[in-house]
C-alpha cells in the first residue's frame, strides 16, 4: 500500500468533524496538524504521496523531496502556494481539486450581493450603534431590488457560473469577461471587455486564479471605471485586488462598497482601514469551508489519489 501524508490536515479538519475513510482504504495516512520549512523534509520521508492544503511548498524544500515522493495533492482549487516547474523537475505530478466548494462560494456571492441590496449589515451596526432611526422616521440607508441590475463576472470557471445561474434566478443580467469567451445560450448574458464590464456593472465579482496576469487586475485605474453605485464582490484571491487602491477609491466613494472574503494579506493586520469602513464586508475566507464543502473535498481529493493509483492522474497541474 502507497504511503500518503497530510501536512496540515488542521487547516481543513479544523473542527474534527471530517471523514477520511475513502482516503485511509486507499493509503496509509499519516497527518499532522501544522508543518512548516524545518519538518516538512522529515514528514515526507518514505512517503509516496504529499497532500498539503493552501502550504507554501517551494523550490528549496521540493528539491530536496526524497525519490519515493510521486505526487503532490493540493487539497483545494488554488495551487499557487506549489512550484508547480520544481515539481516537474522532480518528476513530481502536482494535482488539485477544483469544484469542490463551487455551491458554497456562489451561496456567499449572492448572500453578499443581497445584504448589499437591503444594506443588511447597516442595519444591523445602527442598532448596535443605539441608533433606532431606521424604525422611526423614513429609512436612511440604500433599499433596492437585485432584479435588473447588472452582475459583471470576472472569469466564469465553475464558481462564476454557478454565480450567473442563481443570478439569472433572481432577474439580474450577466456581463462576462474572460479571455477566451465562452458561448451562451441566454440572452441575458453577454461577452464583454473588461472596460464594458466595469462601467456597465452594478455588482463586480471576480473569480480568478491569481497569476502575474490577474494580479492586482482591480487598481486604481480599472476602480475610476466603475459606477459610483458598484459594488466589487471578491470570493477568489486577495491579490486580484490592490487594496490600498481599493480603499482610497471607497474613501473617495469612487464605488458604493466591497465585500472582500478574501484579502491581499491573510489575515490582515488589525489595524487595516478596511476593518473601520460602513460599506465594507470583511469575511476570513469562509468561502470554501462549509462542512459540506470539505467533505467534498476529501472525498474528490480520493478520487485524484485513486486515479493516480491506477496510473491515470486526474487534475494534473501543467
Known sequence: MNNAV???VERLNFDHKLDFSSIDKLTKLTQYEASNDDNILSRVQGQNIVITKELPVG???ISQFPPSVKIICEAGTGYNNIDIEAAKEKNI????VPGYSTQAVAQLVMTLIL???????????????????????DILLPHFEVQEKTLGIICSGSIGRQVIEHALNFGMKVLVYNRTPRQWNNPNIKNVSLEELLRQSDFISLHCPLTPDTKYLINKDTLKLMKPTAYIINTSRGQIIKEADLIEALQNKQLAGAALDV??????ALDNPLFTMDNVIMTPHIGWKTLESRQRL???????????????PINVIG
Do not use: H, W
Not at 441590496?117 to 422611526?136: A, E, P, V, W, Y
Open 298 to 312: 476529501i472525498e474528490l481529493l480520493a478520487m485524484n489519489i485513486e486515479a493516480y493509483l491506477k496510473g491515470k
Open 115 to 137: 445584504n448589499f441590496c437591503c444594506s443588511l449589515t447597516l442595519q444591523q451596526l445602527m442598532i448596535k450603534r443605539g441608533n433606532f432611526d431606521n424604525f422611526t422616521k
Open 93 to 96: 505530478i502536482v494535482c488539485n
Open 263 to 268: 484579502q491581499e494579506q491573510e489575515p490582515p
Open 59 to 61: 523550490r528549496d524544500l
Open 6 to 8: 497530510f501536512l496540515n
